[in-house]
């Protein structure tokens, strides 16, 4: 006999013997699998890891207890987190005055963003030469308004007045 014979039925293995089983959903992550999964992606600081926490429903008092258990197993690390951001924003063209300000934002201790700005390798003068470069041709800026467009660029990206002056040969004092 076939399976499709007149008057039987088709007996497992068809198309439509099962209605599709119902969606498997994931357990709920914890707190401490969400903050997980941020810190592989990128490092985070103290307080944005939370703030993140937080904004995902989780409470305060466990978010804080999740970053610290991954601050204690060394998954978070502050410091860390200040060279990776230093390195990177200097790397965009950001000036110190910037960055300063924004890892002061996150949470970051004074001390701890002095230590690496001691430490940091590169020279910010040669950062803001290599900005206006990049934006000026090799040359720089050749005529008084380039030099001002430069210099406002240079402030705007938290270069402070020597190295604007350095990198621009104007001084922004005279304007």
């Known amino acids: 006999m076939s399976e499709f014979d007149d008057n039987e039925q088709v007996v497992g293995g068809g198309l439509f ?3 599709a089983p119902a969606k498997r959903r994931r357990p709920e992550a ?11 992606r990128r490092e985070h600081s103290r307080k944005e ?5 937080v904004a995902k429903g989780v409470s305060r008092e466990d978010a804080g207890q999740a970053v610290e258990y991954m601050r204690e ?9 200040v060279d990776m951001l230093l390195h990177s924003r200097a790397g965009q063209g950001y000036g110190p005055l910037h960055i ?13 963003i002095a230590q690496h700005f001691e430490a940091f390798p590169d020279d910010w003068r040669q950062i803001a030469r290599d900005l206006v470069r ?5 040359q720089g800026p050749q005529d008084p308004a380039s030099h001002r467009k430069a210099a406002e660029l240079l402030a705007r990206r938290g270069f402070d007045r020597d190295c604007i002056r350095a990198a621009t040969e104007f001084d ?3 304007v």
């Open 134 to 138: 990049r934006r000026f041709g090799e």
């Open 100 to 112: 300063r300000a924004e890892l002061k934002l996150q949470g970051i201790d004074a001390e701890l």
């Open 17 to 19: 013997d099962d209605p």
């Open 49 to 53: 890891l939370t703030r993140k926490l």
């Open 73 to 81: 197993h060394g998954w978070q690390d502050d410091a860390r987190y």
């Open 172 to 174: 922004p004092d005279e």
């Open 30 to 40: 914890t707190p401490k699998q969400r903050a997980l999964g941020l810190l592989v």
